[in-house]
């Protein structure tokens, strides 16, 4: 079998990670299993590629198609341009996507035009909002699919009541989450840790960057002056996306018990996440993170496509008004936060578990 693994973005690295190492055991197990990795470059800050690159011990691309910024159509358009010659140069059996970002969905895309599978890794999540352009990256890598490998129940629900069939859809568990558990052991003190004085469960992490909470300035004053308050006396750690980047700029004396620093590697970034006494943020995969290192989250989001970790983990949807956060705050400081758990087969073994799968299908 001759796989293309696709990754583009930040939160793909975490996810492909445990699918090489699963296919190099199967390699050395005798499995007839070979794989490219494409690394379409929609990420192209260091910060954000390359340095998860080297902390995931992930090898280096076969090829990087240096697609770059751009909007959602120029940047959709360049990754399908560049990956159908990268594919009719290399042919292979199926195309392995993962997530919802431009990449998953275009080079699936690619992929079905020229007659290729498409294995897609978390697939089925749904958030309902057709707004979020995550949620258009999966609905149309979904409806190209032919195997499709799911986090959890409320996945496999969608996928049924889009009309996939039960020999399609496997529950397999969660990549990022192996590659979670994998890097516990090594996980590494960041430098902001003793700069600011920080102490285990004596601040919190804050991450944002989606366009409705970041790109109006006034609403992310409006949210610094809210957190700043209710976070009490302790101190914010927030790493800032290079979106929210130029806004934060404007105002960040304002707020000294927040502490602004660059995009963090992996294993500084979880480090943070394991020891805050809980993460404030409007990203999907810290949803899950926390869930599984059991850290109160407050999500920034009025809907989630991550379900299991509000129903089972520690997570809980705050909405986007400012009213909510205040109150969830409260409830932190009071001791009322839920203690959560871990969702089935978030056990460190999902990729495994894809590999096997898709051995049998493909030898």
């Known amino acids: 079998m001759n796989l293309h693994i696709i990754a583009g973005a930040r939160p793909n690295f975490m996810k492909i990670a445990p699918i090489i190492r699963a296919i190099e055991n199967a390699q050395k197990n005798g499995k007839d299993i070979n794989y490219r990795l494409v690394h379409t ?31 959602q159509a120029e940047q959709t ?20 996507v993962v997530g919802d970002v431009n990449s998953t969905m275009a080079c699936a895309i690619v992929a079905k035009k020229l007659n290729t599978h498409v ?23 979904d409806s190209l699919t032919d195997w499709f490998f799911t986090t959890s129940s409320y996945a496999n629900e969608n996928l049924q009541k889009e009309g996939k069939t039960n020999d399609q859809v496997f529950y397999v568990g969660n990549t990022m989450i192996d590659s979670l558990i994998g890097n516990l052991p090594n996980l590494k003190k960041p430098a902001c840790w003793d700069e600011f004085g920080l102490e285990d469960k ?3 992490v804050l991450t944002m960057h989606r366009p409705a909470n ?35 700029d404007k105002i960040r004396e304002r707020f000294p018990n927040i ?36 850290v109160p989250c407050l999500t920034l989001r009025d809907n989630t496509e991550r379900y299991e970790t509000v129903s089972e983990g520690t997570n809980e949807l705050i909405g986007t008004q400012i009213e909510p956060l205040k109150k ?19 056990d460190g073994n999902t990729a495994e578990r894809i590999i096997e799968i898709l051995t049998k299908i493909y030898n």
């Open 202 to 204: 004596g601040y919190f």
């Open 77 to 96: 358009a360049q990754i399908m341009v560049k990956y159908e010659k990268e594919l009719l140069a290399n042919p292979c059996n199926a195309v392995l």
């Open 328 to 346: 969830s705050l409260e409830v932190l400081f009071s001791q009322g936060w839920k203690k959560g758990s871990v969702p089935k087969f978030w």
């Open 214 to 248: 970041v790109d109006e300035q006034d609403k992310l004053e409006t949210y610094m002056q809210a957190i700043a308050e209710g976070v009490k006396d302790k101190k914010v750690v927030f790493p800032v996306h290079p979106r929210t980047l130029r806004n934060i």
């Open 41 to 71: 470059g929609q990420h192209y800050d260091e910060k954000l590629s390359d340095t998860f690159f080297k902390q995931l011990n992930i090898p280096q691309p076969h090829v990087n198609l240096e697609v770059g910024s751009g909007t």
């Open 259 to 294: 502490k602004f620093i660059d995009p963090q590697g992996y294993l500084e970034f979880i480090y943070l996440v394991k020891h805050a006494f809980a993460v404030i943020t409007d990203s999907g995969g810290v949803q899950e993170e926390t869930t599984y290192l059991g």
């Open 119 to 141: 294995v897609h890794v978390e697939a089925g999540i749904r958030s309902g909002d057709i707004t979020m352009p995550e949620e258009v990256n999966r609905i149309v890598t």
